[in-house]
């Protein structure tokens, strides 16, 4: 095979796509030709200096995530809107001025939490390698967390439920150890986050509530010192079906 | 928000101006959410995302003008395989002497089909098939369209240098 023939599998080869019969061929080509393995080595190098050169090259304004955040927020009509609403709110207007600072400083500070774990929600789904015990069995699970977490929690009983421990690993959350463990009830994942209750998550502590966002469901609540977050893209229903079963098993 | 960070930066990109990329960005979560329910579990979510950016940047007026270039020089030579660079500019040479900037700057002056196939396999180190998903076309058009959009790259590269040199 000629080394024009050869030049060509090279993008294949430096993107990682290239089939393992084609690798083995191509690498024993580069062994015995200077040139191939010089253009070899350029493509990498170039496919390494061009990803530093793009990689965050361009950061969000911190505006943006919020104007966003508010935009995809599910319509709602401004009070305001209704003529006779404009005399009361004129009336209120310093009043709410100072009411509503402190509710968005709280609720955007849980947002951002909440923000935090869907984002490592959506992650795990898109890893390859979701989670770092993998089994269904949950005395395997829980003492692999032990000497990783600084408390220890219980995993529920699902022999009786159509949800299946997939497996677990380490997440941090504001600077703090938690569990993250990952569930499978037909074809949806959930994540369940338990971390500590400590004062930064405060704005968190709404009791058992469910919130819908991103299209995903989420219920969170605290029970003996522990903060649980249930969050997946299975129904409201469901998510609250398994927040019923750790309930059950952390009162145990 | 899931990649937020990343989108914002892949359509800063694409559109080379913050008003436009941020447009683009919230755009792009909004149709998200509104079309989530028809992702389908399993497939590729960074894809399906990515994609969203792109068919949205494409109806903007930069994204039009980007598109109209396209099909205007002639995309069908896409599918013939790229001739090999040229023997003569061996590029470990070349990129020893090469910055970041420049880089960059060449990446800015690539035509916008180059741009984005390059980023998404360089930058987001997607896999072949995930930008046939993104960009909607066949995975031989993929490695074609990389391999020219590449020796673009080298190109403008040389000629920067040459220009440098001098
Ligand atoms: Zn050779």
């Not at chain 1, 170039?46 to 927020?73: F, N, V």
């Not at chain 1, 319509?75 to 006779?84: E, I, S, T």
């Not at chain 1, 022999?159 to 463990?181: C, D, E, I, P, T």
């Not at chain 2, 020219?148 to 040459?162: F, S």
Request: proline share 4%.
């Amino acid at each position: 095979m000629s080394c024009d023939l050869w030049r060509g599998k090279l993008d294949a080869y430096v993107d990682s796509d290239a089939s393992q019969e084609e690798l083995a061929s191509l690498e024993a080509h580069l062994r015995t030709c200077p040139s191939c393995a010089a253009e070899a080595l350029g493509s990498l190098q170039m496919k390494r200096m061009t990803q530093a050169a793009a990689t965050a090259r361009y950061s969000p304004s911190p505006h943006l995530r919020l104007r966003i955040e508010e935009s995809i927020q599910p319509n709602r009509k401004p009070v305001w809107a209704l003529p006779w609403m404009r005399l009361v709110v004129a009336a209120a207007a310093l009043v709410l001025i100072v009411a509503s600072v402190a509710l968005w400083m709280r609720y955007s500070a849980r947002e951002q939490t909440l923000a935090e774990l869907l984002d490592l929600h959506v992650a795990t789904m898109a890893s390859a390698n979701p989670v770092d015990v993998i089994s269904t069995d949950r005395h395997t699970v829980k003492p692999w967390f032990q000497g990783k977490l600084p408390f220890t929690f219980n995993l529920p009983e699902l022999q009786n439920s159509s949800f299946k421990l997939v497996g677990g690993r380490v997440m941090y959350l504001k600077h703090s150890a938690g569990a993250q463990l990952l569930f499978e009830l037909r074809n949806h994942r959930l994540s369940v986050f338990i971390f500590q209750d400590q004062p930064a998550m405060i704005p968190l502590a709404m009791g058992a509530t469910t919130i819908r966002e991103m299209a995903f469901n989420l219920e969170t609540w605290s029970e003996g010192g522990l903060r649980y977050v249930v969050v997946g893209d299975a129904s409201a229903a469901d998510i609250h079906e398994l927040s019923e079963l750790l309930r059950v098993a952390g009162r145990s | 928000m899931p990649l937020f960070a990343q989108l914002y930066n892949f359509a800063h990109w694409l559109t080379q101006d913050r008003a436009a990329a941020e447009d683009l960005v919230q755009e792009t979560y909004m149709k998200a959410l509104r079309g989530f329910s028809s992702f389908q579990q399993g497939t590729n979510f960074r894809a399906w995302m990515y994609k969203i950016l792109r068919n949205t940047f494409l109806t903007t007026q930069a994204g039009l003008k980007a598109g109209a270039y396209v099909s205007l020089d002639g995309d069908s030579d896409d599918d013939k395989p790229s001739e090999p660079a040229d023997a003569e500019t061996p590029e470990t040479v070349l990129l020893a002497r090469v910055e970041l900037e420049t880089i960059q700057n060449a990446l800015e002056k690539l035509p916008v089909r180059f741009r984005e196939i390059i980023l998404l396999s360089d930058l987001e180190e997607m896999s072949y098939q995930e930008i046939c998903e993104t960009l909607g076309i066949p995975v031989g058009t993929v490695m074609s369209r990389l391999s020219r959009a590449r020796k673009a790259m080298r190109e403008l590269l040389a000629a920067k240098l040459r220009g440098a040199s001098r």
